[in-house]
């Protein structure tokens, strides 16, 4: 009787001891808007090197793991410039993506050598919104992945931008694109009621809010949606904090669903851990920064391979040509007033057309800072990558009018000292004049510009109902170069007012 009461016993210590199982868990890993930073950028943070080690580990530490890209892996420097995507997508495969999505920029050398390059990518390629059939990219995309882990199914699918106003036509022939709204609850509702998934997380790259008012969000996909478990956002370069509010938006059953985003240039990793059972999120941010070098240098033949690009690109970055009065911050009015004060002086030279009225550039086309003091040939080349053309409109009063709006209508743009603005809280334009006479919608004005934007860019529609004075045969980053050395020549150093030209009242 007492051997038995002591077995019963130890038994029960046996119980007590074994711990609870542990519910299974996703590791979700994600990046978005990476831009070309294969080092890191000029503030210190991100490099590829750092991020693979930060993947490495967590992929050691969690057995069940998805990394991700949620798009526009290139353009932003001279990486891309020179080597149109070589490095970045070589490199998609080293890093160990599961799934990638498409970024607008992703289409800024044309679909043809996209889809050279990702025929020798691995990673699975999702987009639910857009028919490639009819293009190069036919049969390298899928609408969603499976993901299993033990009895559970997770699945996850790719949403896009609207390609007009955005993406050059020429780069996006024969392109079919869905209203991402109506695609994206559509798609988690067929995951989860047709195909039986336990999760459906939407990876999109269409912002978490919009650039154009009149463009759809993942905010607003996501307060519009009945199926929709997470979302992986991207292209708006917004930094969503854990924990900050914003991570979390409440769908249209009164639930609060889990969205992030990680800002740009692969300065943050993010992190989402999806409890399988629960469906809870613990949503995490991981800095890419020095404290990631020594794991880095073990990546001695990913860093040799390195070697070799970085050759081409320190050779422009180190070359002084220009030197800068104060740190001028891409995003300031002080640096969109340089670059479209700027652009008018060398337009003027360039096309022989001296009665231009203003110049209208895009603000989102200044891609890095200029640093205080000496300016590199590379920071002029990452500043201005893409392959974009001066152009000289004859615009009817009725058109600049209308371009106005719609730069007051998301905030303001850069323009030159001749254009001047005010609008209201809701983004209407109040007030608009040029050289201190308000725009008469009866004149005829000469406006300075590029073609991104002459060709409808930025949702410059009104833009492309006007007549070409002149077109432009270089880059226009080229120009700007050969401006600034002018600038040095003449003893003379890179600065501007930082007045803010188109204004809320």
């Given at each position: ?7 019963m016993?130890?038994c029960?210590?046996?119980?007590v001891?074994?711990?609870a199982l ?10 978005n ?7 890191p ?6 490099g590829?090197?750092?991020r693979?080690?930060?993947?490495d580990?967590?992929?050691a530490?969690?057995?069940n ?26 490199l ?7 799934i990638?999505i ?9 679909m043809?050598?996209?889809a050279?390059?990702?025929r020798?990518v ?5 987009s639910?919104?857009y028919?490639?059939?009819a293009t190069?990219?036919n049969g390298?995309?899928q609408p969603f992945?499976i993901k ?10 790719g949403?896009?931008?609207?390609p ?7 780069n996006?022939?024969?392109l079919r694109y869905?209203f991402?709204?109506s695609?994206?609850?559509a798609?988690a509702r067929?995951?989860?009621e047709v195909?039986g998934?336990?999760?459906a997380?939407?990876?999109?790259h ?6 154009e008012?009149?463009e759809?969000n ?5 307060a519009?949606?009945h199926y929709i ?8 370069h ?5 924990g900050?509010g914003?991570?979390r938006?409440r769908n249209?059953n009164g639930?609060?669903?889990?969205i992030g985003q990680?800002?740009k ?5 993010a ?6 059972e ?5 949503y ?7 404290s990631?070098?020594?794991a880095?240098?073990?990546?001695t ?9 970085r ?8 070359n002084?040509?220009?030197t800068s009065?104060?740190?001028l911050?891409?995003?300031?009015d ?5 670059v479209?004060?700027a652009a008018?002086d ?13 110049a209208?550039?895009?603000?989102g086309?200044i ?10 040939e590379?920071?002029i ?5 893409f392959d ?8 009817p009063?009725?058109e600049?009018?209308e371009?106005v709006k ?9 323009v030159?000292k ?5 609008y209201?809280?809701k983004?209407?334009l109040?007030?608009?004049t ?5 725009i008469?919608p ?9 073609d991104?934007?002459a060709n409808?860019g930025d ?8 007549k ?9 980053g ?5 401006y600034?050395?002018k ?7 890179i ?5 803010v030209?188109i204004k809320k009242?």
């Amino acid at each position: 009787m007492a051997r038995l009461r002591n077995f019963m016993l130890l038994c029960l210590c046996a119980l007590v001891m074994v711990p609870a199982l542990r519910a299974e868990h996703l590791m979700i890993i994600a990046v978005n808007d990476t831009h070309s930073q294969i080092d890191p950028a000029s503030d210190g943070k991100g490099g590829v090197a750092r991020r693979r080690a930060i993947y490495d580990q967590l992929r050691a530490e969690n057995p069940n793991t998805v990394l991700i890209h949620a798009g526009d892996a290139v353009q932003g420097t001279l990486f891309f410039s020179l080597y149109r995507g070589d490095v970045e997508y070589a490199l998609m495969d080293t890093l160990g993506y599961d799934i990638i999505i498409l970024g607008n920029h992703e289409f800024d050398n044309g679909m043809e050598e996209l889809a050279a390059h990702y025929r020798n990518v691995d990673a699975v390629k999702i987009s639910a919104n857009y028919d490639f059939s009819a293009t190069p990219l036919n049969g390298l995309f899928q609408p969603f992945w499976i993901k299993a882990v033990g009895d559970k199914r997770v699945a996850f699918f790719g949403i896009n931008v609207n390609p007009t106003g955005l993406i050059a036509d020429m780069n996006c022939v024969n392109l079919r694109y869905s209203f991402a709204p109506s695609v994206a609850d559509a798609t988690a509702r067929y995951l989860k009621e047709v195909l039986g998934m336990d999760y459906a997380i939407m990876v999109s790259h269409i912002g978490y809010s919009s650039y154009e008012p009149t463009e759809p969000n993942d905010s607003l996909i996501i307060a519009q949606s009945h199926y929709i478990d997470m979302a992986i956002s991207s292209h708006s370069h917004t930094t969503i904090k854990p924990g900050s509010g914003m991570d979390r938006i409440r769908n249209a059953n009164g639930k609060m669903i889990p969205i992030g985003q990680n800002g740009k240039s692969g300065k943050v990793v993010a992190t989402y851990d999806l409890d399988l059972e629960t469906g809870e999120v613990v949503y995490n941010h991981i800095p890419v920064d020095a404290s990631w070098d020594a794991a880095a240098s073990r990546y001695t033949a990913m860093n040799q391979w390195l070697d070799n690009y970085r050759h081409g690109v320190d050779s422009i970055m180190n070359n002084p040509v220009a030197t800068s009065v104060r740190f001028l911050k891409n995003s300031s009015d002080a640096m969109q007033n340089w670059v479209s004060d700027a652009a008018m002086d060398i337009i003027k030279d360039l096309s022989g057309i001296k009665n231009i009225d203003c110049a209208i550039m895009n603000k989102g086309g200044i891609r890095t800072d200029m640093p205080k003091g000496t300016v590199t040939e590379g920071v002029i080349g990452s500043m201005f990558p893409f392959d974009n053309r001066f152009v000289v409109l004859e615009m009817p009063g009725t058109e600049l009018i209308e371009s106005v709006k719609l730069m007051c209508g998301r905030g303001g743009d850069a323009v030159s000292k001749e254009l001047k603005a005010t609008y209201n809280n809701k983004g209407e334009l109040v007030k608009a004049t040029v050289k201190g006479k308000k725009i008469d919608p009866n004149k005829t004005y000469i406006v300075a510009t590029i073609d991104y934007l002459a060709n409808g860019g930025d949702y410059m529609v009104p833009m492309t109902r006007c007549k070409r004075l002149f077109v432009d045969t270089q880059k226009y980053g080229n120009h700007i170069l050969d401006y600034v050395k002018k600038l040095e020549a003449a003893g003379k150093k890179i600065d501007a007012k930082d007045e803010v030209r188109i204004k809320k009242n």
